[in-house]
Every structure is written in structure tokens, then in C-alpha cells.
């Protein structure tokens, strides 16, 4: 799986919109990516997921570049309750494991 | 519907003790992981059951076991614990029809300290 690189932290103001940048250069074509959140001292949240199309759910918009060497995760009205520990992760379908690998992530704390 | 139940939540042990914890899927999920997190290293895949079967594995020592059973509930096993062991492990289900996906349901996990 593809390694992804995210800044250590960010800022962003309560009902601002959070853009949460990664980088993962070395994707191939048949793997996805994956956000994630951990709330502190709970389990990590799914968020949204995408192969090469840009997504919008609910929680979240997820914006890949057309190389899809980065991609974006947009929380368009910050709120206390989404200051966490952002996670991008590169998957590939395969092989019938569902196996993440996480890294440092992103620590994002909003503030009012 | 019922999110994934860890239990214990919190629990303390002593070097060379063993602990054994247990993990509730959602109703309907089949795929259980599980996961360790520690503040140095961060969250690690430790192994994945499907249908009572596990099916991957992460790189950790054989004191680290596992098992599931046929209601998908799982348990995982630590022996001879050793201080580096301690750590918060999260247990994750999906997988309702089989099929794999990066969608991972988290428990809030079992925070074992040994002493």
C-alpha cells in the first residue's frame, strides 16, 4: 500500500472550513483513499473514501487531483466537535483483507 | 443499531501476567480486527478473523493471539505480558456480506496498562 504523508497540524476557525491536504505520490491505480478521524480516547471514525472521482457524504467532501498523487478533505463548517486526529490512508481492494495502515495523521484543532 | 462493544475498557496487569479481551461486532458484520495503539507507534494492524478463520496478520510476536466464534463475537489474547504492552487495543467489524471494504467500524477500545 501507497504511503501517504500529511502535515503534523493544523488550525481552523469554528465555522471556517477545514481543508486537510495529503500527499501520496507513489498511489496506484487500483487503490483508494481513505479518511478516518479520531476523536481524543475513542475509536477512529470512518469519514469518506474515493478512487479517483471527487465525493461528497454528509461528513465531508474528498477532492483527489486528476494525478491523484494528493487529494483534499474539506469539513465545510468547522465545529469544536471536529478537532481530532485526521488519518488519509491508501488501499488497495484486494485480496480480501481488510487491513489499514495508519499513519501520524493530522491533528486538526478548531477553535472558536 | 448497536455500535462495535469492547470489554473490558480499562484493565490493569502485572509483567508476565496474560489478558484476554473481547470484541462485539455490529449485528451482521463478519470481518473483526483488531488494532493497537500506542502513543510511540501509533495504530498497528495487529490480525483480521473472517468466519471464525483469521485471514491476515500483523507483525507482532506470537503471545499476541486471537480466535472468533461462530457468532462473530472475537477475543484476543496477550500472555506473558510485558510493560511495552501497554496500549489502547481496538477491535473493528465490517463486512456484512463478505465483501471487502476499507469501512471499518471502531469500538472505543480496552485500555490495558501493565505494571
Known amino acids: 500500500d501507497a504511503k501517504t504523508t500529511q502535515p503534523p497540524s493544523m488550525d481552523c476557525a469554528e465555522g471556517r472550513a477545514a481543508n486537510l491536504p495529503c500527499n501520496h505520490s507513489?498511489?496506484?491505480?487500483?487503490?483508494?483513499v481513505y479518511w478516518y478521524r479520531q476523536i481524543h480516547s475513542q475509536g477512529p471514525q470512518y469519514i469518506i473514501h474515493?478512487?479517483?472521482n471527487n465525493e461528497t457524504n454528509e461528513m465531508a467532501s474528498l477532492i483527489i487531483t486528476e494525478d491523484r498523487k494528493s487529494s483534499t478533505l474539506i469539513l465545510p463548517h468547522a465545529t469544536l466537535r471536529d478537532t481530532a486526529v485526521y488519518y488519509c490512508?491508501?488501499?488497495?481492494?484486494?485480496?480480501?483483507?481488510?487491513?489499514?495502515?495508519f499513519g501520524a495523521g493530522t491533528r486538526l484543532a478548531v477553535h472558536p | 443499531k448497536a455500535g462495535v462493544t469492547q470489554t473490558p475498557r480499562y484493565l490493569i496487569k502485572t509483567r508476565g501476567q496474560q489478558v484476554t479481551l473481547s470484541c462485539s461486532p455490529i449485528?451482521?458484520?463478519?470481518?473483526v480486527s483488531w488494532y493497537q495503539q500506542t502513543p510511540g507507534q501509533g495504530l498497528q494492524f495487529l490480525f483480521e478473523?473472517?468466519?471464525?478463520?483469521?485471514?491476515n496478520k500483523g507483525n507482532f510476536p506470537g503471545r499476541f493471539s486471537g480466535r472468533q466464534f461462530s457468532n462473530s463475537r472475537s477475543e484476543m489474547n496477550v500472555s506473558t505480558l510485558e510493560l511495552g504492552d501497554s496500549a489502547l487495543y481496538l477491535c473493528?467489524?465490517?463486512?456484512?456480506?463478505?465483501?471487502?471494504?476499507?469501512?471499518?467500524?471502531f469500538g472505543e477500545g480496552s485500555r490495558l496498562t501493565v505494571l
Open positions: 449485528s451482521g458484520h463478519r470481518s
Open positions: 478473523y473472517f468466519s471464525e478463520t483469521q485471514r
Open positions: 473493528a467489524s465490517s463486512s456484512p456480506t463478505g465483501v471487502v471494504s476499507g469501512e471499518l467500524f
Open positions: 474515493g478512487l479517483k
Open positions: 507513489t498511489i496506484s491505480g487500483n487503490e483508494y
Open positions: 490512508i491508501v488501499r488497495q481492494e484486494r485480496g480480501g483483507y481488510n487491513k489499514l495502515i
